[in-house]
Structures are given as structure tokens and as C-alpha cells.
């Protein structure tokens, strides 16, 4: 059983993680998290983040986004794809409405209800530095 100063230190740092990961639209690692969290809570530590990051997710606040084989978390819930830079390794949310459905042909007796795509290429920034 978690003590009532317990859970009011658990639902700050939660509020503190959630406030950091919505902070920022560069889809952070837990470990840039952390870095961030501790500015504020010195005494947090990387587990912690982990925790709150996981409930955070499975309360459907955040998202979780892999990466590179990364773990990422993104805090905009809007159906949205992703550009993956192959330079920077940046994320970047591309609005849904500005692509147009794939059409593609799956064998039969397939029923698709869901489509994951990432888009991989170089972001603006790093094809101006060639
Ligand atoms: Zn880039
Ligand atoms: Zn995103």
C-alpha cells in the first residue's frame, strides 16, 4: 500500500514527465526525459521515469514510438505519420490529411484494420547542410 505522501510525489512526477514529453515534438528518449526531469526533481530517478513514462502510456496520454530500434515517446495523439531523418535521426510528425491512402493490393482473405508506415529520408534542415 502506497501512503497518501507516496502517491502525491508518484502523480507530481507523473504530471512533471507528462509536462516535459508534451514540452517538445522531438519524440525524446526516456533518457533525455530523465536528463530534463531532474533539472526540476533532482531525486528522480531513471527507473522512475520509465514507470511514469509506461503508465503514461498505458493511460493513453503519450504514445510510444519505435525507432531506429529506439524506444521514443510522442505526446501528440493525432492520427499522424512519422519522417525519420537517416542523418539527424529526428522525428518528424507529418499530418495524416496531407497523404493520400496507399492502395495496396494484400493477398486474399487478409482484412486490414490498421496501417503503421514511417516515411525515412533527409528533413529540411539536413539537405540544406550538404
Ligand atoms: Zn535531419
Ligand atoms: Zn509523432
Given at each position: 500500500m502506497l501512503s497518501n505522501t507516496q502517491r502525491r510525489k508518484g502523480s507530481k512526477q507523473r504530471e512533471k514527465v507528462l509536462d516535459i514529453v508534451r514540452?517538445?515534438?522531438?519524440?525524446?528518449t526516456a533518457d533525455w526525459v530523465f536528463h530534463e526531469v531532474r533539472k526540476e526533481?533532482?531525486?528522480?530517478s531513471l527507473a522512475t521515469v520509465y514507470r511514469n513514462l509506461n503508465l503514461l502510456v498505458e493511460s493513453e496520454e503519450i504514445n510510444e514510438v519505435l525507432c531506429d530500434g529506439q524506444l521514443r515517446f510522442d505526446a501528440n495523439k493525432g492520427e499522424h505519420f512519422h519522417f525519420i531523418c537517416k542523418s539527424c535521426k529526428g522525428i518528424f510528425d507529418i499530418e495524416e490529411t496531407r497523404v493520400s491512402s496507399p492502395d495496396f493490393k494484400l493477398p486474399r482473405g487478409y482484412v486490414v484494420k490498421d496501417v503503421k508506415i514511417d516515411f525515412y529520408g533527409l528533413c529540411p534542415n539536413c539537405q540544406s547542410k550538404k
Open positions: 514540452s517538445t515534438k522531438s519524440h525524446p526533481l533532482p531525486n528522480i
